[in-house]
């Protein structure tokens, strides 16, 4: 008799019966705390993301968008933000870390100041910078002509000059950033390799060379990258500081779709953001690939 109850009770937990069971309490509720994330995922993100891709569907839209001149001016003027204008920052970004981590009272203050174009918003702050450059009224040019009674340059009518300024603005802006994830690269530097460097009477262009750049040429190259790919979706330092313009000329492929959309053309706007890809998935690539070693 009792073998055949302890027999009962092992067919009532069987794999067969514990399989009716689909679902612990601790599951349960790890689907109701992620089904909000999901919803908003895919509202925000996989239908705009896919509307997107069937409204540039058509061939046709990439033909019209090859054929017009503001499109190659756009996409040389992103080649350039992206080959020059980023190398630019992460290598003064890469010699303000070295001055930024220096145990000064002076220069703990300069860097509080130093990190403020990050932390401000980027709205009021660019909108303020096009009304100090304009080149009529604007605050810089009018303190040009009272120093020298000259007119001051047109820093927003020349295409060149516009699209130097805004490299400059993105720059100025985004450099805080870059300049703290390397200055805690830095830090974390063992300080006995540079005394073991100092003993051996290195110098401090050797000590660079053999113990600072090895230790962050890594996060070096992967925020270099990181930059480019942010930098591929940087809408305000161009449209609010120019607009665009003059003429459509310092468009990059983050504004382009807004111009193309301003124009009633939305098949044209989705394709322009569509030919971005070959930007962003090589970069993607690489940098994925460098965080995998």
């Known amino acids: 008799m009792a073998s055949t109850l302890s027999l009962s009770e092992s067919a009532a937990v069987s794999p067969a019966n514990a399989g009716e069971r689909w679902l612990t309490p601790w599951q349960i509720w790890g689907?109701?705390?992620?089904?909000?994330?999901?919803v908003v995922f895919l509202l925000f993100v996989v239908y705009p993301v896919g509307y997107g891709f069937w409204i540039a569907r058509h061939p046709q839209s990439y033909v019209n968008l090859v054929e017009d001149p503001i499109f190659a001016r756009s996409a040389v003027n992103t080649a350039i933000f992206l080959i020059v204008g980023i190398n630019i920052k992460m290598t003064i970004a890469l010699m303000l870390s070295g001055f930024f981590i220096q145990a000064r009272w002076w220069i703990k203050v300069l860097s509080v100041i130093f990190?403020?174009?990050?932390?401000v918003p980027s709205i009021p702050t660019i909108l303020s910078l096009r009304f100090m450059l304009n080149p009529e009224w604007g605050v810089i040019n009018t303190l040009i002509?009272?120093?020298?009674?000259?007119?001051?340059?047109?820093w927003l009518n020349d295409p060149t000059i516009a699209l130097s300024m805004s490299m400059a603005v993105h720059i100025w802006k985004s450099l805080p950033f870059w300049t703290l994830i390397l200055i805690a690269a830095?830090?974390?530097?063992?300080?006995?390799?540079?005394?073991?460097?100092?003993?051996?009477g290195?110098?401090?262009?050797?000590?660079?060379?053999?113990?600072?750049?090895?230790?962050?040429r890594t996060i070096y190259l992967t925020s270099t990258i990181l930059s480019m790919i942010w930098t591929l979706g940087d809408f305000n330092s161009v449209y609010l500081l120019t607009g665009g313009g003059p003429a459509d000329l310092t468009h990059v492929l983050a504004t382009l779709g807004i111009r193309y959309l301003r124009l009633d053309q939305v098949d044209l706007s989705m394709a322009a953001i569509v030919v971005a890809l070959p930007f962003v998935l090589p970069l993607v690539f690489f940098m994925m690939k460098r965080l995998a070693k």
């Open 31 to 38: 689907l109701i705390l992620i089904v909000p994330y999901v």
């Open 202 to 216: 290195a110098s401090n262009w050797q000590k660079f060379k053999y113990v600072t750049w090895p230790s962050l």
């Open 115 to 119: 990190i403020l174009p990050w932390a």
């Open 186 to 200: 830095r830090l974390a530097i063992p300080a006995d390799l540079y005394e073991a460097a100092s003993v051996d």
């Open 145 to 154: 002509f009272r120093l020298t009674g000259a007119d001051g340059p047109n």
